[in-house]
Nanobody, 117 residues
């Protein structure tokens, strides 16, 4: 069974850092585009970042450029989102997903990130 499992969320003060992990099972991420998306309270799903696991090419939304980075580890079949200088507006549930540009064939259950003092 194909699954994605996120971890690493939590409560952090503004300016703090978190590293989210996404572990894939049942398939190899090395062939796919993989993405991080988030959903703030009362809002729709927002794309955050993507990585093409074949080449390592990455893209990030403007709101997180310079603060977040996305990476992948084909050997461990995992993907990561390093989040630095977190802001209250980064609060939300973060999901890893297989695919890109709003077309996701698989998504995890998510991990909650709360940025608050």
């Amino acid at each position: 069974q194909e699954q994605l499992a996120e971890s690493g969320g939590g409560l952090v003060q503004p300016g703090g850092s978190l590293r989210l992990s996404c572990a894939a099972s049942g398939f190899m991420i090395s062939r796919y585009y993989m993405s991080w998306v988030r959903q703030a309270p009362g809002k729709g799903l927002e794309w955050v970042a993507e990585i093409y696991m074949v080449t390592g090419m990455t893209l990030l939304t403007n709101a997180v450029k310079g603060r977040f980075s996305i990476s992948g580890d084909n050997a461990n079949n995992s993907m990561y989102l390093q989040m630095n200088n977190l802001k209250p507006e980064d609060t939300g549930r973060y999901y890893c997903a297989r695919g890109r540009a709003g077309k996701y064939s698989l998504r995890g259950q998510g991990t909650q990130v709360t940025v608050s003092s």
